[in-house]
């Protein structure tokens, strides 16, 4: 193997020798080039690029003014070897031994005796021979570059062997994935690089792939075309306006009106997140990723949808005075909205385009009608300070920083950002959050956008990772405060003790010791915040004292802004609710903590959810269509199941009309054994509390059930009946039934709901026809010539009063004597309940599992 210097074109035959070679050659070029390298910036416009060819391909290219760092240097190494000419043959040979045909050096074969034919008269075949291996790159460093071999097929075999004879073409760049998943992931492939700035004598590449392709992926995938809209819906119900789908929008309807008759909007949305930018390497680019909004959410929300469009340079500074320069702040915001003109000019064709989906051709105008990121993006693409120390913070309005936390203001008070109102600002030299960048904004000369409206408030960023993580930290600060360091450890041992439940994050360490939580994590704390701090404290006299009761309300109001932020249809009366739920959540937010807050609450997404998040929904349709998070489903899905009992004329014991998925069986004994093998089981002091109790009311709740059926339990004594005991089951509708897995070491035996048969219900206290108990055993019943039967043996609950059956809007329940053996098939659902701290039988149903 040979390698070949880049600089001054040596050949080395060993690795080790060519590194230290390169590392002195490097050198030396890099203080002889001094002169020629420019020492400030230079940004490469889209506009001296767009009639060059190489932007419209899938090569890997640099697209800079400068000579390749790596080329072949052809003239300059022909001299290398002078006797070569000895070693070539140009003409096809016909070798043969008795007749036999032979095939040796490439000149013998049928491809080059093909290929020779197809020349012109008098003219040579050239063989050309391409070497390619990327584990020989640590040469230049651990895996980052791809080297690209030539040598000539003329030569003969043992000649072409030698090092000196394979010359280096090139190195390729390897572009590194996050993980195994996203290296083989159809995002990560195709990508081009342009040099877009050169500052500080480094090159900033954009990594990209051209728009127009990313939305023919999309448009590509299977069964796409099944949840794509071209037109504005005016969606009602009694006359009431919907906002759902973001082609229920006032944006879809404004905009429509402005395409040629004919032609359909692509309406674009675009994605940034500078933190996930390990994937290139650590903290060194930026992604951006692109969705269409003709999509509907719930399709448009899963992972496939969303398409890789770039990766953005994040500038680096030489030192901190370098730094805070406004020079480099500059430099920053303009190679940002330059990066963004290069990739989005190719949707502003006034002709629009033509694109393809299930075989038919649409005429389409593309147009950005969302921006999703952080508040940090936001700022970035609609080029206002981040600083909440800045004057004017919101980049929604001009609202100053000392309103950000008067959540009393009127529309009067709120001047809406707009292109021309921002232009008017930097004309008249304001200085109301206008930077001399801002002129040069991108977005300012793109049609039919509001940069300022489009960069929508995220969710998870404004609640998830950002308002709660506030609401949680200014709670434990003032119950340390009012009643000191053992309140906050009994609110960590109860965060421990709260029971497993499906998709919930447990914390079976507490919550304090954790620093730097994921959105993730802070939802699950949400679900049970409300009955951790419940009765957490008693009451002081003290005229300051904040009650306990005062902080539970606070999480019941957060929790029902909350799900009212995850409605997938709002009416009218809808978004005015939640405008009230959010008012009357803000209010008591800023009165408990209002002594905690070092700024004063001046939170610029405070201020954008209490006055912005409303108009962005009838704006562009409900908030699930801009989110970061990627889920499915929004709500719980209630499946209903049938009655607990379900007599029929015949009198049959019901049959399960599918073959229910059971985990490992625990046991297996038989009716003639039956009082022996339980009796036994009862005995093992390793059994769990439930399951002993659900083997000593086994056989009483047996006999209960099939009395129901004129039958006795002594009719089956002389026929054979097999019982199995499993541990768990999967149930219909996806989730897992468990009786005996333990979770850290704790038993875990579910909660269930069951719908009520509609003649029993009257007999009940039930949350709308559903009653809820907690399983204790989990058996299949196998008998001769009779379908198996799938039960499950229940401990039910019932409301601890008719009068006052609800505390924070959940069930407020107790555990009953009162036992049963239902079918698996009258099962409702898997809940989660949670036992009071404060009583040992008080148990509440979990309602905020959003």
């Known amino acids: 193997m040979a390698f070949e210097c880049p600089f001054c074109n040596r050949v080395l035959l060993s690795r080790s020798a060519y590194s230290q070679h390169v590392k002195r050659c490097s050198e030396n070029y890099d203080s002889s080039s001094s002169e020629e390298i420019q020492n400030e910036f230079d940004i490469i416009t889209p506009e001296q690029d767009d009639n060059s060819e190489d932007n419209r391909n899938n090569e890997i290219i640099y697209i800079s003014d400068d000579e390749p760092m790596f080329s072949s240097r052809s003239n300059e190494t022909s001299d290398i070897m002078q006797d070569i000419h000895k070693y070539i043959t140009f003409n096809f040979k016909n070798d043969q031994t008795n007749n036999n045909r032979n095939y040796n050096e490439q000149y013998t074969s049928n491809w080059w005796a093909r290929t020779e034919k197809t020349l012109p008269t008098g003219s040579y075949l050239l063989s050309i021979i391409l070497y390619s291996d990327a584990s020989t790159t640590d040469s230049l460093g651990k895996n980052t570059l791809h080297p690209i071999f030539v040598t000539l097929g003329n030569i003969i075999t043992w000649r072409r062997n030698k090092p000196d004879v394979k010359q280096l073409l090139a190195y390729l760049p390897i ?95 675009l994605y940034s997140d500078a933190s996930t930018t390990d994937s290139l390497g650590k903290n060194t680019l930026h992604p951006i990723f692109v969705t269409l909004g003709n999509i509907i959410t719930w399709r448009r929300n899963k992972p496939d949808v969303k398409q890789l469009l770039a990766y953005l340079p994040i500038i680096k500074a030489k030192d901190d005075t370098q730094k805070i320069s406004e020079e480099h702040k500059n430099i920053i915001r303009r190679t940002f909205h330059k990066s963004l003109k290069f990739l989005l000019s190719p949707l502003y064709d006034d002709n629009g385009i033509e694109l393809e989906l299930n075989n038919s051709i649409f005429w389409c105008f593309p147009r950005i009608s969302m921006i999703i990121s952080d508040w940090p993006e ?96 200014f709670t434990k600060i003032l119950i340390n405060k009012q009643c000191g360091k053992s309140v906050i450890d009994e609110m960590n041992r109860r965060v421990k003790l709260i029971p497993r439940y499906k998709d919930l994050k447990s914390f079976p360490n507490g919550f304090l010791h954790l620093t730097l939580l994921t959105a993730s994590e802070y939802r699950s704390l949400m679900k049970i915040m409300i009955f951790i701090v419940d009765e957490l404290y008693k009451d002081s006299g003290s005229s300051n004292f904040i009650k306990n009761n005062k902080i539970t309300e606070v999480y019941l109001k957060w929790n029902k802004m909350y799900l009212l932020s995850r409605k997938e249809n709002y009416e009218e009366f809808d978004v005015t609710l939640l405008q009230e739920s959010i008012n009357e959540w803000a209010k008591l937010f800023i009165e408990l903590f209002k002594e905690h807050s070092k700024s004063e609450f001046q939170f ?107 039958r006795k339990l002594s009719e089956h004594e002389e026929i054979d009946m097999i019982f199995h ?126």
């Open 378 to 473: 936001a700022c970035t693409f609609a080029l206002t300070y981040k600083s909440t120390k800045s004057n004017y913070p919101c980049h929604f309005c001009l609202v100053s920083k000392e309103d950000l936390s008067n959540i009393n203001l009127n529309s009067n008070q709120i001047e809406p950002r707009s292109h021309n109102n921002m232009k008017l600002y930097y004309k008249n030299n304001t200085g109301k959050n206008v930077s001399i960048e801002n002129v040069r904004n991108f977005f300012w000369s793109v049609p039919n956008i509001n940069i300022y409206a489009a960069t929508v408030p995220d969710r998870m960023h404004h609640l998830d990772l950002g308002l709660f993580q506030h609401q949680l930290n």
């Open 604 to 710: 610029p997404k405070l201020h954008s959810w209490v006055f912005h998040i409303c108009s962005s929904i009838r704006e562009f349709g409900a908030i699930n269509g801009y989110t970061t998070e990627t889920y499915e489903s929004l709500h719980k899905d209630y499946i209903r199941r049938k009655a607990i009992i379900t007599e029929s004329s015949s009198k049959e014991i019901p049959k399960t009309p599918i073959a229910l998925k059971y985990s490992k069986k625990l046991y297996e004994f038989c009716i003639q054994n039956a009082e022996i093998y339980i009796q036994t089981r009862m005995n093992d002091p390793n059994l769990e509390k439930e399951m002993k109790l659900g083997f000593e009311k086994f056989l009483e709740c047996l006999d209960a059930y099939l009395d129901f059926y004129d």
């Open 725 to 850: 005991i499993y541990g768990g089951v999967m149930l219909k509708f996806g989730s897992i039934m468990r009786a005996t897995n333990k979770f850290h070491k704790k038993p875990i035996f579910s909660n269930i709901a069951v719908e009520m048969n509609a003649d029993e219900i009257f007999e009940y206290t039930s949350d709308n026809g559903v009653c809820f108990a907690q399983v204790l055993l989990i058996t299949e019943i196998i008998m001769n010539y009779e379908e198996p039967m799938h039960l499950a043996l229940v401990q039910w609950y019932d409301f601890t009063s008719s009068v006052n059956p609800y505390l924070y809007e959940c069930p407020l329940l107790e555990k009953t004597n009162i036992f049963n053996l239902i079918e698996i098939e009258a099962i409702n659902d898997i809940i989660h309940i949670i036992p009071r701290f404060i009583d040992n039988n008080e148990f509440l149903v979990n309602k905020f599992l959003f």
């Open 175 to 269: 572009i590194k994935a996050k993980d195994d998943t996203q290296k083989i992931s159809e995002e990560h492939k195709n990508i081009i690089q342009k040099v877009i700035l050169k500052y500080n004598n480094k090159d900033y590449i954009i990594y990209y792939r051209p728009i127009i392709n990313c939305i023919k992926n999309i448009l590509s995938i299977k069964d796409i075309h099944k949840y794509i809209t071209f037109n504005f819906k005016n969606d009602q119900t009694n006359n009431n306006r919907n906002y759902n789908e973001q082609y229920t929008s006032n944006w879809w309807a404004r905009t429509e009106k402005t395409l040629p008759t004919g032609s359909y909007l692509l309406s674009i949305i």
